[in-house]
């Protein structure tokens, strides 16, 4: 900063020198009777110039001319993922700044955008993308979207396909939301694309962050047991989500607080949660509220048996019969056969699982 101060005044000084420099010689002209104009006019207008550039940066932003800075992804405690770097969103341009937010908002507010009530369209249930992907998917171990800009597209057995994002989006659309599939040159979907992408800023491809998606509990040796699960509910997630397992609405009675569990209004039998381990690893990290993936609430066997008596509720039915055309690779507890091995249905739901790993790990 000195610097620049010191040329500001160095140039005032020749400009005040420039004045009183043109006023002698006007007056000798005017005592010799020459013309008075003329002087040192345009040179002084160059020297206003260049003192209005030299003052002008004092009220300029430092990094007018220097490029953006790169948009980085942010890292918690013990370098677990947690999203990209907010300050630097207002670095993108407009457009894209406000379809990142746009994104943001359809992933937090799923419900009031998409739902029964939707201020967008009438397509989904009463849940928010939010209530499975905590922080707007964001949170360490919550089921976040760390991974999905730096693995995608990738080939999942489960469709038997090369999926793209919106592909997975749609999916969780169909699935955990229980709605159709949205038009993937839609404002929407191109805004949950835009954030996905915002969000994998700073991830090199094919890396997965730690902290992405939800904690993998080891098996029990036993089957879950959803009775057991039914006294867990009632004493720690019971007061949320209700005995009826229906959530609570908001104060504005159109969208919930704590999202429902099961009936017509959750997630159908084919989501993500609806197998065991993915619920079981879910609630372990982040349920009831106050737990982290540092200091659970839950133990091991509360977790999977709680997933048992959830999983265990009425809610819709999805049609999978186009789901894993290659039998051998459906994880060991989708509950829904042809399955290449030939345990029972019953097993592949509520374990216990170890054994049907092992025969698929037979060489």
Known sequence: MLIPVLILLATLLVLVVMYVVDDAIRELNTKAGLPTNGGMRWSKRIVWLILAVIFAQFFLPSDLFEPPPP????????S????????????LPKEQRDLVRYGRDLIANTAHYLGYNGTAMQNTNALNCQNCHLGAGTK?????????????????????????VSKRINDCVERSLNGTALDT???????MVAYMEWLGSGIEKGVKPKGSGIVELAF??????????????TAKCESCHGADGLGQLKADGRTHQYPPLWGDASYNDGAGLYRMSRFAGYVKSNMPQGATWEFPLLSDVEAWDVAAFVNSQRRPVKDLTGDWPDISK?????PFGPFADTLPETQHK?????????FYKKP
């Open 80 to 91: 677990l993922w947690t999203g990209a770097d907010t300050t630097r969103l207002v670095y």
């Open 71 to 78: 948009q980085v992804a942010t890292y918690g405690p013990d």
């Open 330 to 334: 459906k994880p060991v507890d989708h």
């Open 185 to 191: 040159t839609s404002r929407e979907m191109e805004a």
């Open 140 to 164: 360490p171990w919550g089921n976040n979207y760390g991974a999905v800009w730096s693995t995608y597209p990738k080939m999942r057995a489960r469709s038997g396909s090369n999926e793209t």
């Open 350 to 358: 509520y374990g216990p699982f170890g054994q049907i790993a092992s």
């Open 220 to 233: 029990l040796d036993c089957a879950a047991d959803p009775m057991h699960g039914a006294e867990i509910y």
